[in-house]
C-alpha cells in the first residue's frame, strides 16, 4: 500500500453508482476524479493516487486524500443494455405526459442551477477547467434554458389553427430513447442537454465519460433525476452510465431500442458514426469540429473586435465553437493585430480555481508545434506567442500551457494552404488573415465567398459599422448554424441556438441543434366536426 503525508479531507468524497431504471447499481469496479490543481501541484502523487485506487478500491488511506474528489461505477455491456431496455420501457409513459408538464422541467432545471451555481462550478474546476470558464459554461445553460427559449420552444412543439370545422393541430412527438455521447472537454454543459430531450418526451441514456465522469453523474443525478420525481416521470425516462465510447456506441447503434443517438466529437470519426447510424436507421445528430472565422471590416470597433478575437484562447482553444481564423480589411489589419497582440498579454496560465486565468494545460503538444512551424515555414509571420510556459507564464521546454499563439498569413487566395487556417487546430493557434488590398466591393464578395466555402460550418461573427457590409453578410453567408454582428463570438443568447451547424461541424443534416427539436420529429393532426368526407375531398 502506498504512504501519503496528508490524508484529512475537507469534504467527503462523491461516489456515484450506475444510475438506472430509477436506481443505484453497482458497477463493475470505479474511477477515479482527483482534482486539477493536483496534476499541477504534484503530478506523480496525482497519477499516482489513480492507480492505487483503481487497483485496489479498498485503499481507504488513498482514498482519504485530499487530491481525490470522487468516484464513479464502471458500466459492463449488461449494464449498458440494462439502460437502453430501461429507457424502452419508461419512454411511453413519460412521452403521454401532457407537454406542459414536461416543460416545467426545462424551467425548474434552470432554478436548481441557479441555486447550485457554486457547486457547478466546483465540480468544473475539479476537472481542470478554468473558473471563469466555468461560468461561461454555465451562462450557456442558464441561456438555452431561459423563460424566452422555453416559451420559444414550447411554440414550436405544439400549435393548433381553426380551418373549416377542422382543429388542425402541427405538433412534434418524441423520437423514443436518445442515448447522449458528451465529449471530454465538456462533459457535464454538453450532457446537460439531454433535459432538453427529456422535456420533448423522450427517455435517455446518457454515457459519462470514462475519464472524466464526475461532473457528468452530479448533474444528472444529484440535479435533473430529483426534479423529474417531483415531476411524477416513470422511472428509467434518465439512466447514467459511465462508460467507453466505443464499446457504449456499438452497443447502441445495434439495439433496436435506441432511436436517436447525440454524438458530440471529432469530424472524421463523426461521419464515420453518421454512416454507421444510417444503416441501421438510427438517427444521428451530429456535434463535431468547429473553423469558426471572426470577420474585421473597415471602422469595426477594433479593441471591442480584439476582445472578441481573444476568446479564441479560453480554455487554450480547446472548445469548438471559438474563433479560429480571422479575416481582417487591409485597412485595419496592423492596428487590429497590434490590438490583439496588446490584450493576448492578458491572457494566462493559472491553477484553474485562480480568477483570471483561461489557458487550461495541454498534454499533447506535438501538433501544435507542427501547425505552427508549418505556417511560418509557408510565409506567416509570428506576431506573438509560441512557446511553451509553466504555471507562472515562464517560457520552457517543458511545461504544461502554451502561450497564446498568434501568426500573420498575408493574401486570401492562398490562406488555406496553411492547415492552421483550413483546419479546426484546438489549439491556442490563431491566424489573422490580412488579403491584398482590392476595392471594397470586390474584398466584400471574396470574404463572403471565403466564409461560404468553409469545409465547417458552427459559428460566424462579424465586426462591421457599415449597414451595407452588415445586410450583405446576414444575407449572403448560408454557411454555419450562427452568425453573430458585433457581439461575442462565444456568447450565448436566448432564442438562438447555442450548438449546431453544416458541413464538417454537422454532418448531412447538420444545421442550428436545438436539442429538443432534434430529438423529435413533426406531426400533423387533423380533428373535425360534421365534415362529409366526400366533400371534403371534392368540394361542393
Request: overall charge negative; proline content about 6%.
Amino acid at each position: 500500500m502506498m504512504t501519503l503525508e496528508n490524508t484529512s479531507r475537507e469534504k467527503p468524497l462523491k461516489s456515484y453508482k450506475l444510475f438506472i431504471g430509477g436506481k443505484d447499481l453497482e458497477g463493475d469496479g470505479w474511477v477515479y476524479t482527483v482534482s486539477s490543481r493536483s496534476l499541477l501541484e504534484d503530478v506523480f502523487t496525482s497519477v499516482s493516487l489513480k492507480r492505487a485506487l483503481e487497483q485496489d478500491e479498498d485503499n481507504t488511506e488513498a482514498a482519504q486524500h485530499p487530491y481525490v474528489v470522487g468516484r464513479c461505477a464502471i458500466a459492463s455491456d449488461e449494464a449498458i443494455d440494462l439502460a437502453s431496455e430501461a429507457a424502452a420501457a419508461a419512454a411511453p409513459g413519460w412521452a403521454a405526459v401532457p407537454l406542459e408538464r414536461r416543460m416545467r422541467l426545462g424551467t425548474r432545471f434552470r432554478e436548481e442551477l441557479l441555486r447550485r451555481q457554486d457547486e457547478f462550478v466546483d465540480m468544473l474546476v475539479a476537472e481542470a477547467h478554468p473558473v471563469r470558464l466555468a461560468r461561461w459554461e454555465l451562462s450557456c445553460l442558464l441561456q438555452v434554458y431561459s423563460e424566452e427559449s422555453i416559451y420559444w420552444y414550447r411554440q414550436r412543439m405544439h400549435t393548433e389553427f381553426e380551418h373549416a370545422g377542422r382543429r388542425l393541430i402541427v405538433r412534434r412527438q418524441p423520437d423514443g430513447v436518445v442515448g447522449f455521447n458528451p465529449p471530454q472537454n465538456a462533459p457535464a454543459p454538453s450532457a446537460a442537454l439531454a433535459v432538453l430531450a427529456l422535456m420533448a418526451g423522450n427517455a435517455v441514456v446518457v454515457r459519462a465519460p470514462r475519464s472524466i465522469a464526475l461532473s457528468t453523474l452530479w448533474v444528472l443525478r444529484d440535479v435533473v433525476a430529483p426534479l423529474l420525481d417531483e415531476l411524477g416521470a416513470p422511472p428509467g425516462v434518465l439512466n447514467v452510465v459511465c462508460s467507453n465510447p466505443k464499446q457504449t456506441l456499438d452497443r447502441w447503434v445495434s439495439s433496436p431500442l435506441v432511436n436517436d443517438i447525440f454524438y458530440i466529437g471529432g469530424s472524421q470519426e463523426g461521419l464515420r458514426f453518421q454512416e454507421q447510424c444510417v444503416a441501421t436507421g438510427t438517427k444521428p445528430i451530429l456535434e463535431l469540429a468547429g473553423n469558426d472565422g471572426i470577420i474585421v471590416w473597415e471602422g469595426a470597433d477594433l479593441k471591442y473586435a480584439a476582445e472578441a478575437i481573444t476568446e479564441s484562447f479560453y480554455g487554450s482553444g480547446q472548445i469548438c465553437m471559438v474563433p479560429n481564423y480571422v479575416l481582417a480589411h487591409p485597412a485595419i489589419a496592423d492596428e487590429l493585430i497590434e490590438e490583439v497582440k496588446r490584450q493576448v498579454a492578458d491572457v494566462r496560465p493559472g491553477y484553474p480555481e485562480d480568477e483570471g486565468v483561461l489557458l487550461s494545460p495541454v498534454r499533447r503538444s506535438e501538433k501544435f508545434f507542427t501547425l505552427l512551424n508549418q505556417a511560418l515555414d509557408r510565409g506567416a509571420t509570428l506576431v506573438t506567442g509560441g512557446q511553451r510556459t509553466e504555471l507562472d507564464g515562464t517560457p520552457s521546454e517543458t511545461g504544461v500551457f502554451l502561450q497564446p499563439t498568434v501568426v500573420r498569413v498575408d493574401g486570401l487566395a492562398g490562406a488555406r494552404e496553411y492547415d492552421v487556417v483550413k483546419q479546426e487546430t484546438f489549439f491556442p493557434l490563431l491566424p489573422i488573415v490580412v488579403p491584398e488590398v482590392r476595392p471594397n466591393d470586390e474584398l466584400l464578395d471574396s470574404f463572403i465567398d471565403f466564409v461560404n466555402s468553409n469545409e465547417y460550418g458552427l459559428r460566424n461573427s462579424l465586426w462591421a459599422k457599415s449597414a451595407r457590409v452588415i445586410n450583405a453578410f446576414v444575407q449572403r453567408v448560408t454557411n454555419g448554424g450562427l452568425l453573430k454582428v458585433n457581439d461575442s463570438h462565444i456568447g450565448f443568447l436566448p432564442y438562438l441556438p447555442s450548438h449546431g451547424g453544416t458541413g464538417l461541424t454537422g454532418g448531412v443534416y447538420g444545421e442550428a441543434n436545438y436539442p429538443m427539436l432534434k430529438t423529435s420529429h413533426i406531426q400533423g393532426v387533423s380533428i373535425a366536426h360534421d365534415v362529409s368526407p366526400r366533400q371534403a375531398v371534392f368540394g361542393s
